[in-house]
Antibody, heavy 116, light 108 residues
Framework: QVQLVQSGAEVKKPGASVKVSCKASGYTFTSYFLHWVRQAPGQGLEWMGIINPSGDSTTYAQKFQGRVTMTRDTSTSTVYMELSSLRSEDTAVYYC?????????WGQGTLVTVSS | EIVLTQSPGTLSLSPGERATLSCRASQSVSSSYLAWFQHKPGQAPRLLIYGASSRATGIPDRFSGSGSGTDFTLTISRLEPEDFAVYYCQWYGRSPWTFGQGTKVEIK
């Protein structure tokens, strides 16, 4: 069965970077784009960007341009989302999701807390 | 960028009642790329509807979607206890994908 398993919770200081992983299984990794979506406390869902695991191309939401980097490792069927220059407003649950018309499978979420 | 505005912000209903949720786009969009998600605390969002009116795999038929152009609707015909959650519409025609701000369906 399709599974997306994300790395564990992180606590970071303002200005630091965080790298969240999302390991895919149960399907052909390179056949589906993967997205990252976040939800800050008390807020709605926010789309961050997309990566093509086949060609490594990415598209980021303008809000995160220059701060986010999405990469993939086809040998382990894992995608990564790195967010730099963290600030308190980046405290959120970060999800990866498979693009299957449109987002049919999601990871369990990774809580990133930014606090001094 | 397509902005999606959902209404109402909160819907207070009793089990067995009908829920009607609205999603309005800032400009006309193809209904082929309008989805609805259900989100419960501590869980990942769940795809309910794609292409404005097609139910995702395993979604009960009490959930239905409709609409075109700028106005879309998610209807839950008879609320079950497990349906109380936050619902989001999403447009996925092209980057940037966008979500509405959500409608919370709460128990009255």
């Amino acid at each position: 069965q399709v599974q997306l398993v994300q790395s564990g919770a992180e606590v970071k200081k303002p200005g630091a970077s965080v790298k969240v992983s999302c390991k895919a299984s149960g399907y052909t990794f390179t056949s589906y784009f993967l997205h990252w979506v976040r939800q800050a406390p008390g807020q709605g869902l926010e789309w961050m960007g997309i990566i093509n695991p086949s060609g490594d191309s990415t598209t980021y939401a303008q809000k995160f341009q220059g701060r986010v980097t999405m990469t993939r490792d086809t040998s382990t069927s894992t995608v990564y989302m790195e967010l730099s220059s963290l600030r308190s407003e980046d405290t959120a649950v970060y999800y990866c999701a498979r693009e299957g018309n449109p987002l049919d499978y999601w990871g369990q979420g990774t809580l990133v807390t930014v606090s001094s | 960028e397509i902005v999606l505005t959902q209404s109402p912000g909160t819907l207070s209903l009793s089990p067995g009642e009908r829920a009607t949720l609205s999603c309005r786009a800032s400009q006309s969009v193809s209904s082929s790329y309008l989805a609805w998600f259900q989100h419960k605390p501590g869980q990942a969002p769940r795809l309910l509807i794609y292409g404005a009116s097609s139910r995702a795999t395993g979604i009960p038929d009490r959930f239905s979607g409709s609409g075109s152009g700028t106005d879309f609707t998610l209807t839950i015909s008879r609320l079950e206890p497990e349906d109380f959650a936050v619902y989001y519409c999403q447009w996925y025609g092209r980057s940037p994908w966008t979500f509405g701000q959500g409608t919370k369906v709460e128990i009255k």
